[in-house]
C-alpha cells in the first residue's frame, strides 16, 4: 500500500529556511517521478518542483534558486530544501508521486498524494 507522508512544515520569518521531507512507503522513490506541489487560500495548486526517474529536476519560475528538491534513497524519502523564503511562499505543501505514468507532467499525472504540511512565512 502506498502511502507518503509529509513533515518540516511550520512558520518561520521572511529569508529564513525550512526543509521539508516526505516519507514515501510502499515503493521505491529510486524508480518514480515524485514532486511537491502547494496551495495557498484562495489560489490554485500549484506545482513546485518535481524530479524525475533519472533524477532531472524542474522547478516553477517563482522558487528557482531558492528551494532544491531531492530524493533521499537511505530514507526512501523526498526531500524539499526551501531558502531565502518569502511571504508569497505561504501555503500548504503537498509531497505526489506518479507511479502511472512516470511522465512527470501536470498534476493530474500524479496519483499519490500526502495529506500536506503547512509552511507559513512572515514578513
Known amino acids: 500500500q502506498v502511502q507518503l507522508v509529509e513533515s518540516g512544515g511550520g512558520s518561520v520569518q521572511a529569508g529564513g529556511s525550512l526543509r521539508l521531507s516526505c516519507a514515501a512507503s510502499g515503493y521505491s522513490v529510486s524508480g518514480s517521478c515524485m514532486g511537491w506541489f502547494r496551495q495557498a487560500p484562495g489560489k490554485e495548486r500549484e506545482g513546485v518542483a518535481r524530479?524525475?526517474?533519472?533524477?532531472?529536476?524542474s522547478y516553477a519560475d517563482s522558487v528557482k534558486g531558492r528551494f532544491t528538491i531531492a530524493k533521499d534513497f537511505a530514507k526512501n524519502a523526498l526531500v524539499l530544501e526551501m531558502n531565502s523564503l518569502k511571504p508569497e511562499d505561504t501555503a500548504m505543501y503537498y509531497c505526489?508521486?506518479?507511479?502511472?505514468?512516470?511522465?512527470?507532467?501536470?498534476?493530474?499525472?500524479?496519483?499519490?498524494w500526502g495529506q500536506g504540511t503547512q509552511v507559513t512565512v512572515s514578513s
Open positions: 505526489a508521486a506518479d507511479l502511472d505514468t512516470k511522465r512527470c507532467g501536470p498534476a493530474s499525472d500524479f496519483n499519490y
Open positions: 524530479i524525475n526517474l533519472y533524477g532531472g529536476r
